[in-house]
């Protein structure tokens, strides 16, 4: 059973978005790790929207079984979307998309996954933005977290900067997309980041991988990515748990996108 709800102090919202897939075996650490250490902080509201289905078929992870659709009532959200798969594809114009190219080069099956997976973000990040939070939590149910946010959730209790923490691990040339922990102007742009795609299309020339997506996404409105040392694995349908590469980024990488921001914060500085 779920402590009790702190009746005063800071809001704070944990958003999931995507499809539950492996709920089951990943909800204990979800409790443990993200809802309850959020609760010892302030008042904590639960957010969802996720796609509605009964089978996954994703040759990439080598799923093709049943799934249950209501698997998401086990996290018992205070609001909670419901989506069937596929038609946010024609509202973000996949085909357009996919003809700049196919960063993960499995005829377009990873890239579809990718809109629905910003569609879904976008939404959440709508119902998350109604409440007015004052630390957002941007999680995945399809991960096993391995580490406490309180820590984290605690150092952006009354936070105001531009800044956004992600997982130190894993930035494939861009930023990790797992997770995000940050204050609502951050968590603003960090979902709604679907609506620069033409824009990051136009300007890299294609494809559209989601690290260096979320870095140019980030980079845009000068939000400075700060590395946290939370971990959390993909657990598939099946149960299986993928073995991540928890390897944290270099030093290098860190300077390069601070560089980023920081000249992006200067530009924004002299055009305001």
Same mark, same amino acid.
């Given at each position: ?13 944990? $958003?999931?978005?995507?499809? *539950? !897939?492996?709920?089951? %075996? *990943?909800?204990? =650490? ?12 302030? /008042?904590?509201?639960? @957010?969802?929207?996720?796609? /509605? ?19 998401? /009532? ?48 976008? /939404? ?24 406490? @946010? ?20 894993? %930035? ?10 940050? $204050? ?41 990515? !700060? ?5 959390? =694995? +993909?657990?598939?349908? *099946? ?8 390897? *944290? ?14 000249? +992006?914060?200067?530009?924004?500085? @002299?055009? =305001?």
């Amino acid at each position: 059973m779920l402590a009790n709800n702190n009746k005063e102090g800071p809001r704070i919202a944990v $958003g999931f978005f995507g499809i *539950t !897939r492996s709920l089951k %075996w *990943t909800l204990p =650490s979800i409790q443990e790790n993200i809802i309850e250490p959020a609760r010892q902080l302030g /008042q904590v509201r639960l @957010f969802a929207h996720l796609y /509605q289905q009964d089978h996954i078929e994703n040759p990439r992870s080598g799923e093709n079984n049943p799934v249950d659709p209501n698997e998401y /009532q086990l996290l018992n959200c205070d609001e909670v979307q419901l989506e069937s798969p596929g038609a946010c594809l024609t509202t973000a114009n996949y085909e357009w998309i996919l003809s700049h190219g196919d960063a993960f080069k499995d005829g377009g099956k990873s890239l579809a996954n990718l809109i629905h997976q910003l569609h879904s973000l976008q /939404q959440v990040g709508r119902m998350i933005d109604e409440w007015k939070p004052d630390v957002v939590v941007i999680a995945r149910p399809d991960l096993m977290y391995h580490d406490s @946010f309180y820590q984290v959730i605690k150092r952006n209790i009354g936070h105001r900067w531009l800044e956004i923490n992600v997982p130190d691990w894993q %930035w494939y040339g861009g930023i990790n997309d797992r997770f995000a922990i940050c $204050g609502s102007p951050a968590a603003r742009i960090y979902s709604q980041r679907i609506a620069l795609i033409p824009n990051y299309l136009r300007d890299s020339g294609g494809p559209l991988p989601a690290e260096r997506f979320l870095r140019y996404a980030l980079n845009q409105y000068g939000v400075y990515p !700060r590395s946290a040392a939370l971990r959390a =694995s +993909r657990v598939r349908s *099946t149960g299986e748990i993928v073995k991540e590469n928890f390897k *944290t980024i270099s030093i290098g990488k860190h300077m390069r996108s601070l560089k980023d921001w920081s000249l +992006r914060k200067i530009g924004l500085l @002299f055009s =305001s």
